[in-house]
């Protein structure tokens, strides 16, 4: 590695932040997790609902949503809360659609019933890296709540298909970075995001270049680290759901 | 004690459930606290804007509100968001009023100067008793980002004139009981939420009879126990912040 | 009394305003009565609707939901109107939601049979006490409005269980003032509102002490003040309603 | 007259309703007056800012706008509130823009110097002809805002031009009908709002045939019949301003 | 004509601007126009639905709804979008408004079954007039798709009673102008909206005098040149339908 | 190409749909322009504003926003409006971030000066590939804004940086296929948009696999198959703006 380019926090270039995953956060919702990609904290839960929106009704299928938010003192400067605005960002409809897709390549609908699974993401302490601790966390929470439906009774197969788990990679001064922090995130030139499934293959890809674009060989590079990283995660999924 | 009334988590009539005070539990805000009474958990932040609303604008004066807000995943069947609702329900704001008005009878507005103190509770898991853990705990980080203020010197005098804590009594089947949890909550006569000052003195004083109305000689036991209450938290606070 | 405190209107500390109660005010709702506490007039109506919310469906019982609201004109400058602000001020939910508790505590919902009482208070002008004179003005027009259901012979018992009515007290100068108009209000270092049943219990107590807090002793000397004030307020709505 | 055509309440096809203008119904506005046409009875405040609106900032004129509402209870089935609903009815808007568009014509912006008039309309009871008694009650409150803001001397000029009235024609079994009660308008099959000024010219004219359209001597009727009932309601607001 | 008095345009005051009517401009709706008056440049469209609203369940009969909009780049000075505001303008509900009674004149509910029409006029261009031009080109979208609906046999009958048109009028230094042009709209004393049906009828007049009240001797001379204008107009759809 | 697999239009593989660009669609807006992608139809209008949002103040630079917006009729089923629901819905938000961030690559913000650039893409008529569509169009509407703006001389410099265009790209039964309209994009197993500057870098990359996850190798064929799509488009941009 490159003397000159020290990240701040001392990490090599393609080393994860410390991640902790802690089960049962809470005991309320089917699944509770707490992530944490290092100081990015958030509280994912799966919550079940023995009933499906009205476009699945009599389909024989569930369905799972997802919706992230920010407690207003998560970030650095204190945002507004979106309740009281009385509107939700642009931002927050993106991620949380993001993460519903995500989750949703998770399980076969057809196996869980006509119930629906609520995943609930909610930012604690934003670093960087929201949506796609999100993503690792509500995994997490998903596992444990299917188990818990199983458990109940209700599930008519097993709907889990495979882990899915989601890292960020950047271009800073022109090198790859992975899983950036918000000091890195905001001055990358470009940025990308994530989500695999545990066999390997992609969910979502979803890079961006406003300060900036990217060549191809670009791309291909941070689609190398992103992959070497989700490995990692993988693993870290899996030790904590023994 | 009677021994045909045995509460269901084996608590004495006059006994408040466990109470956890954990400073700096993110790093963000200018005070950090999670507060639990018993499973009740609540993320309490006081942030501080160097400005103020416009009706205190040039008085010399600075401000203090608050927000309070349930996470969906908080309660027992999950809730509606109210961000994706559009609308905050009167029970929030109802609290967040409650919680604002409470505070502001900690602090002195003149020695803050022209800053405004936000206060966010934000419930994580939520067992009775959710306004007043939340008062109790807002008040630690309050006293924490006051001090964040005085080291930074944007603080003219000391506004920080007294702790503040708060409790709920009910009755039940006739007996008075403390700090209720959410199954005691629920089959309550009479609730009855107190604000205390460590002075001694009431800062707020909210019973309300919807399932049953109350004696004056009921509303004095209560007051009574809520008192003695108040006196174990403050002492909670004041150990919490050495 | 002491000669150096005149109120400003010349009352005694423990003398209410002059209360006037005007049934029949508007002739479409079931109930409808025009209440002054003073220059305080609140038109108090009550309808009826025979269904219930989806919460109380095929439960045998009733409900009774209140709201409240200022004109804008009602006070002395005028306020944005609440439609066209797109959102209800916190203050505004807090008071429907008290009047909607106390009018509960003065019938048997399960009398009422699966029928609805929508009460509805709109200050045509505010000056000061406009909830308490609210819920003591549509406790008549609740009354009004069970006697018609009960001529239509829709009610399967009697609903009505004891009258309910409401009173302010503040601490002005140190001393207990009954009734306070707005221009007491708002220097009152402490503000009581109680709600009493007919029978000498009480509904709701909520008092404030958000410019200065309150001893034991204050808080009881107002609570007598309070039950004196009630016990007036109930001959007058017998009178009103024969 | 016919016979055979006997109006529900006995009146002449050319005959207004009772019309009742009481000034200083209210004492917080500067002019307060509650209008009754029949049963239909509105509350028509006018309110004075002494600022206006960016678009008329600096250029030497004031403004008036203009709020129509419906108490919930004003109709015989209770309708739900637009504050609580979150969304403020076209009706509303079309109405409120009316009575806007209408009493500007009464006044010379220019004499207003930058000062605003805020007309409220609240109908109180609602029977027919809402539209045209909030228009007729608050040219009498705005003359007495007038007075008022003269007195004070914070007018450059004397900006009352006119009197402004108006009231509802309607054809019904194919008679024209003047002042139409709630019964009749919903089985009108044409109705028009006549808005005129006291020197004879019409400010607006809007007529709605959806039952069923109108020829143009049917409408040269009903411009007849409601020049005939303005200059009548004309005398009754001169009688009520003396 | 007057020599003095030449319209900006050229036109003589009697004269419609240049009317272009495109059937079939979009291919999804049942009835998809393009109307052109001069500049202004709508697309009207009529969508249907196999269902009626709650208040017409079981009536029988059919239902017309209309909703008007501009697009934001539509004005000279782009307008904000009102989704994004989250608030619909009155002149938007008041223009929707009177598009769904104009066009339910030209329908008769009764044959048109349990089934909704959904017109929508969106405004790409706007130039004066675009509330007549949407009427105009509406009813051609409106034909269409009853023709639609004919043809899959869903129709009980036939709705279409008789084509409506609409056009503007106003009163420019003294002179009647047929179909204003935004230029002349906005300095015209007086403005009136007509809308007619084929048979000669009266469907809506809308007068309006903010700017300068109007006698009953200029009324008749818009009306008759709006007569005039509308006559036009059902030529121009006529040949349009062929 | 596989006889097999014949694409419902007759198209092969890696062809686009038929493009057309019309530029000065309307007149208003600095630059106008209806794109067609097949049956997708888009007005996108680029508006010049002399200011800019507050985050940009007194920073020397320019901002470009982008607004997204389906007219209801535009899809088979009419959809609701979102400005009468009073919520956009999270598509919406997303696409609209999408098309700012992409149009804001094709500029410099720096030699814009203090004015914004809005963006408005409003779908007449949609057949899968809005977004990509609206892009396009969008850098067209937005070179002649520039244009406009620097003949006026309001620019201190030349913004315009790079063309910018997208694509769409999809998977469907095995085999990558170029612009898919609505029927196929319907049924793809994954779906890649991918926006390009004309210097061949990527500005966004996009990619979903909901309903089925994808292979880095075809990751790689998607991103040849954009790529040659792109450079097609960039040559129909040249041609249009000549």
Known sequence: MDEQFLRADGRALDELRDIRI????????????????????????????ERVPRFKKDSGEGWLTAEYAMLPAATHERMPRESMRGKVKGRTHEISRLIGRSLRAAIDLGELGENTIAIDCDVLQADGGTRTASITGAYVALADAVATLKQRGVLPGDPL?????????????????????????????VDLNVVMRADGTFVE?????????????????????????????FALQRAALQ
Chains 1, 2, 3, 4, 5, 6 share one sequence.
């Open 22 to 49: 802690t089960r049962q956060f809470t005991t309320n919702p089917a699944g509770s997790v707490l992530v944490e990609f290092g100081n990015t904290r958030v509280m994912c839960t799966a919550s079940v609902e």
């Open 161 to 189: 298909r495979a882990p899915v788990a989601a890292v960020s990679v950047g271009i800073i001064d022109g090198r790859v970075c992975l899983d950036l922090p918000y000091e890195e995130d905001s001055r990358a030139e």
């Open 205 to 233: 890809v979803q890079g961006t270049g406003e300060a900036g674009t990217f060549t191809r060989a670009e791309l291909d590079a941070m689609l190398d680290s992103a992959a070497d990283g989700c490995e990692q995660l």
